[in-house]
């Protein structure tokens, strides 16, 4: 659900409610890696954890870089801050739990 709501989150954000231009941006395409992983997210997959994790570091570090910006953009800039590191430990979390679980099983 986490990695849904950042997706919309930024889709939201750089589309319609505070975009770079009038009438939306490119940067709503910044929603399309993340989304990528929501399939093998709700499958379960450990690898698709792994790596989806890896990219919510960008998206913490966009957050992060943005916080300053003018005409209130720093809200939502906060918001994917907040959205990527819940994600983020949380796909830790998984990963962690699902390679606990293939350490169990034998060969």
């Known amino acids: 659900m986490l990695a849904l709501a ?3 989150w930024c889709v939201l954000w750089e589309g319609w409610l505070a975009p770079l231009r009038p009438g939306g941006s490119w940067l ?3 929603a399309l890696p993340i989304a990528a992983a929501l399939p093998g997210l709700w ?5 698709t954890a792994q790596w989806a994790s890896l990219v919510t570091i960008f998206y913490v570090a966009e957050g992060v870089l943005r916080w300053g910006d003018p005409q209130g ?3 939502f800039a906060k918001g994917e801050t907040f959205l990527a590191l819940a994600l983020f430990a949380a796909l830790l979390v998984f ?3 699902a ?3 293939g350490e169990d099983e034998p060969a």
């Open 6 to 8: 950042l997706a919309l």
């Open 95 to 97: 990963a962690r739990r």
């Open 73 to 75: 953009v720093g809200f």
């Open 28 to 30: 709503t395409l910044k």
């Open 43 to 47: 499958r379960g997959r450990r690898y």
């Open 99 to 101: 390679g606990r679980q």
